[in-house]
């Protein structure tokens, strides 16, 4: 068992910020960055952990609750919190593979995480009050965290990673989902500083709801590009399968086409239309999420 500083001190933080130089048309027009969180750990998901750390700074003596899909990276990253330092973890999983479980599920199963599957009208409950206090009940007073480690608390996660980009920067761009980090990097910007989002699944509207949903103040700094999600979350034309391929053939880090491989899809896209003003400094923010590519 770990103690929440011994945890802290085997991530790899604050994580790394490397120049982006990539031969993209358009790319010599702008300077770029990449904020690796991927880099933080191999197991826990970049933005998951940022999502996560100040949840898990609560005196953790009870049992924690979550929900995701079956390659949740969420899951993932909070199961082997959870294993490290010792709380037993309930991961409520949509869908049943139990016959056939994931990488990922084998992984939650190895650090000892107790697993229930249910069916999807039951999981749709999964942000409704009197589901969340029956569960509650069920596992002792339980620390229940949402789908994707997305609440309030993780804006505090996703702001230090703000804060240690030391460079001056116009746009961070990052994948969008549940929208918490978005937010979170929408709230942490100076007013001179723009957060581009990518959607990547289909919701013009709704992910913006979402966004909206977390960020306090009126802010107006973001927004989110809807034309790259590809047919929806998860899915991955061959075209996007390939420049994966390409890209982790020839770059010193890798991407995965469910969230990092639809954002630097989407900036080559963008490059190429000269949608940024020439001279734009740009960090994307590598979200993690390697271990969902399984
Ligand atoms: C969950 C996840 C996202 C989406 O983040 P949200 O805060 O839910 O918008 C992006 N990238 C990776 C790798 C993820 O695991």
């Not at 289909?202 to 977390?214: C, D, I, N």
Request: proline share 5%; glycine share 8%.
């Amino acid at each position: 068992m770990q103690s929440l500083s011994a945890l802290k001190a085997s991530l790899t933080l604050p994580s790394p910020l490397i120049p982006f130089n990539p031969s993209w048309h358009g790319a010599d027009k702008v300077s770029m960055w990449v904020k690796r969180d991927d880099a933080i750990h191999p197991i826990m998901s970049g933005n998951k952990w940022r999502k996560l750390s100040n949840a898990l700074e609560a005196p953790l003596i009870n049992n924690i609750v979550s929900f995701g899909g079956g390659f949740s990276n969420h899951l993932h990253a909070l199961g082997y919190a959870c294993f490290k330092l010792n709380v037993p973890f309930t991961a409520i999983i949509r869908g049943d593979y139990s016959m056939s479980p994931s990488p990922m599920i084998k992984d939650l199963l190895a650090w000892k995480a107790n697993i229930e599957y249910v069916d999807r009208i039951t999981y749709k409950q999964r942000n409704e009050r009197t589901y969340l206090q029956a569960l509650q009940k069920r596992f002792g007073n339980a620390m229940i965290i949402p789908e994707g480690g997305s609440q309030h608390e993780a804006h505090q996660g996703i702001k230090q990673m703000v804060g240690e980009i030391s460079i001056p920067f116009d746009v961070l761009a990052t994948p969008v989902a549940s929208g918490a980090t978005l937010a979170g990097i929408a709230s942490a910007l100076s007013r001179s500083q723009r957060a581009l989002g990518v959607g990547v699944l289909k919701g013009q509207g709704y992910l913006e709801s979402l966004v909206s949903q977390f960020i306090d103040e009126d802010k107006e700094n973001w927004s989110i590009t809807h034309d790259f999600h590809m047919g929806g979350y998860a899915k991955a034309p061959n075209a996007l399968t390939q420049f994966c391929r390409t890209f982790n053939d020839t770059m010193c880090f890798e991407i995965e086409p469910v969230y990092s491989g639809k954002v630097f899809w989407a900036i080559k896209q963008l490059l190429e239309k000269g949608h940024f003003e020439k001279g734009t400094r740009l960090v994307i923010l590598h979200t993690g999420g390697l271990q969902g590519a399984r």
